[in-house]
């Protein structure tokens, strides 16, 4: 399963007030797992920088004045999220600024549904704790000690974090649901609450001497082994 996490920063907060994308950043999981690629490009969004904008992401006119124009990139971006899941929050945000700009340059629109809203995950896991990224980055004790101002690859990296987090962890689909475990399919990862017992118990595989020469040996590691612990639970 490829899965695209991607930010933008922009000029301001609508894009039907004319406001535009100044820049993209975007990593690429395989399976909930990081590859390494990643895509970020800075946009001249051909319109003075507002104050509000610069004060949160730092990008100034001058900055921008030799970067491309997002037609110019735009088929470079759109090979590299390819038809992949879009993760995102605020979702709507992003979605709303990256179509109309695909709009601009005749593009395809991308549908709403292929973006997975993150901040909506966390609204509905944590009601009522804030979402922001940087309040999920304290919850789950992720270093954002470097987002001093917004950058949208940045983000995208930290978001990443955040993101395997809310889906259960590094490894999400390590555990096995318990259809799939009754009738023998470990095909189809998720939770499992309860495995189904045995009847009885098997019966142990190991010799009498063998069992003593395994306790002699732990003997030998010390009372506070984490064996010994195991043999006096």
């Avoid at 399963?1 to 100044?22: A, K, N, Q, S």
């Avoid at 082994?225 to 639970?233: D, P, Q, R, V």
Wanted: proline residues 5%; contains cysteine.
């Amino acid at each position: 399963m490829r899965e695209i996490v991607l930010d933008t920063e922009t000029t301001g907060l609508d894009p039907e007030d004319g406001h535009r994308i100044v820049e993209i950043g975007a990593v690429e999981l395989m399976n909930h797992v990081p590859t390494g690629k990643e895509y970020h490009q800075y946009i001249n969004p051909l319109m003075a920088m507002p104050d509000q904008a610069f004060a949160i992401h730092g990008l100034s006119d001058e900055f921008l004045s030799n970067k491309p124009k997002f037609s110019e990139i735009v088929n470079q971006f759109l090979e590299f999220i390819g038809s992949a899941k879009l993760v995102i929050h605020n979702a709507i945000f992003d979605m709303k600024f990256i179509n109309a700009e695909l709009i601009k340059c005749e593009k395809e629109e991308i549908p709403f549904d292929r973006a997975t809203d993150t901040l909506a995950i966390a609204r509905k896991k944590y009601p009522g704790s804030p979402a922001s990224l940087d309040s999920l980055c304290r919850r789950f004790k992720i270093d954002n000690s470097a987002r001093v101002v917004h950058g949208a690859l940045l983000d995208s990296q930290i978001l990443a974090e955040v993101y395997l987090e809310l889906v259960g962890g590094k490894q999400p689909d390590f555990t096995l649901n318990i259809t799939d475990v009754e009738h023998g399919n470990s095909s189809n990862p998720g939770k499992a609450k309860r495995i189904r017992e045995r009847a009885e118990n098997l019966k142990p595989r190991i010799t009498k001497d063998e069992e003593n020469r395994h306790r002699k040996f732990i003997k030998q590691l010390g009372d506070h082994s984490m064996w010994s612990e195991i043999l006096k639970a």
